[in-house]
């Protein structure tokens, strides 16, 4: 059934109505990120490891399924957090394996191929297939994408935003709610137009941005979003050029280099993960208004500087308010001509 105001925003924007779903046929086999999955019937119980996966079971009604959650970068939404304090958190960043096979999962959903791939730091997906347990990997992260050269992977080829979408569309086929998917996949769409609408006004033909994720200590280089990742489909969405020209998903580029580029804007990462001090976007900004280099840059000069949930930076279902945020923002600057 159609969300009541969903339908009205579908039409005004001229996105498809949805079609009725058809149940999954069982035993579903799909292809995911080079394995074959096949369930006999939908999971029951279900480990995630990465923020992005819990929140698409949450937003899909999923969460009587979660058994256990890890990897957080940010607090869960309110809307979730109900169903959420319910579920054991396994660690805030990455579980053990042990911990993991510990909760007797059906299906383990992972964000990022560093946390269970080749040389995943929880395990392999072998090791979990070897005890006949799936893991899902978001195909944001392993298509187009080589997880093997640099610290956070190097995009092949630009990253594509239908890799969410297909992500939800799986999860809602393996658990038999296509539907929810269907309505999840129409809300983001829209939301998307909204965003593009948004600044569709605003001449930004000489605009830059830098992305701003973390740094391991506030006196190195930081890191930044190259320019194949879901940052920059953020700002190419909007028609905003991002300074940085690296193919890894997370670079680390100087000051200097940074300063030199002179981006518009600077899009820092606000998250409540405590791994590194510059997780910390207070910190963030002391260091941007105090360092003799960055203070002296026009986006902190005329305080161009705008903050967006971590995980508005990743693939998942935050990155369309994050794109709302970054979108909204932008339109009310005055740019330089």
Sequence with gaps: MLLP???????????????????????????????TLTFEQPPSRVVTIGQAGTEMLYAMGLSDKVVGTSLWFND????????????????DNEPSFEAVIGKRPQLVAVELEWMVGPQGVVGT????????????????????????????GTRLEAFRIDSIYKSISQLAEIFDV????????????????????????????????????????????PYVAGH?????????????????????EWPTVGWETIAKANPTFLVIARMDRRRFPADDHEKKLQFLRSDPVTRNMDAVKNNRIIILDAMAMQASIRMFDGLETLATAISGYDLPK
């Design 125 to 152: 997906r072998q090791q979990f297939h070897e005890l006949k347990i799936p893991t899902y990997l978001m195909p944001s992260d392993c298509e187009a994408k080589d997880n093997l050269v640099g610290a956070d």
């Design 76 to 91: 869960v939404q309110m809307k979730y957090k109900a169903q959420n304090d319910k579920i054991e958190r396994l660690a």
């Design 5 to 35: 105001r969903l339908a009205p925003l579908i039409i005004a924007l001229g996105l498809p109505s949805l079609a009725h779903a058809a149940p999954t046929q069982y035993p579903l086999t799909l292809e995911n990120c080079g394995s």
């Design 178 to 221: 296509q539907e929810r998917g269907q309505q999840l996949n129409a809300q983001l769409k829209a939301s998307l137009a909204k965003s593009i609408a948004t600044v569709q006004a605003k001449d930004l033909k000489q605009t830059s941005a830098l992305f701003w994720f973390s740094s391991a200590s506030l006196d190195i280089d």
């Design 228 to 248: 194949k990742g879901i940052p920059d489909f953020m700002l190419s969405t909007l028609g905003v050029r991002n300074v940085v020209e690296s193919d890894e």
